[in-house]
């Protein structure tokens, strides 16, 4: 199956293509959505979520196959390594660091 990832600075898909086979026409019910009905989600986390055996067959300016994106997972909570999240992150982690590691 080929899956198609938006990437924003270079402004084009990257292709990726699995093992997996699908004989349908029409895509599974997303299992990985909780609501269709909420407003302001990020395309990232709309998108399915790109396999792990997924293999980086090229690149182009339209999508081809199944929309995707990298997500990446911390413990439970799915995230999206955008630079607002990872600075979120890197201030819990100072904050953590600051007011209970030194203390110790």
């Known amino acids: 199956m080929m899956y198609s990832v938006w990437d924003h600075a270079a402004r084009t898909y990257h292709y990726y293509k699995t093992s997996e086979r699908n004989g349908s ?3 599974p019910k997303p299992a990985h959505l909780r609501s269709a009905g909420k407003l302001g989600i990020s395309p ?5 979520p790109l396999p792990s055996d997924a293999k980086l067959v090229g690149s182009g300016k339209y999508p081809k196959g199944m ?12 995230i999206d ?3 607002v999240n990872l600075l979120v992150l890197g201030a819990l ?3 953590f660091y600051k007011h209970v590691w030194e203390k110790r």
């Open 93 to 95: 982690g100072y904050l």
């Open 25 to 27: 026409t029409s895509a």
């Open 44 to 48: 990232e986390r709309a998108a399915w």
């Open 67 to 78: 929309i995707a994106s990298r997500q990446s997972s911390l413990g439970f909570i799915p």
């Open 81 to 83: 390594l955008s630079p």
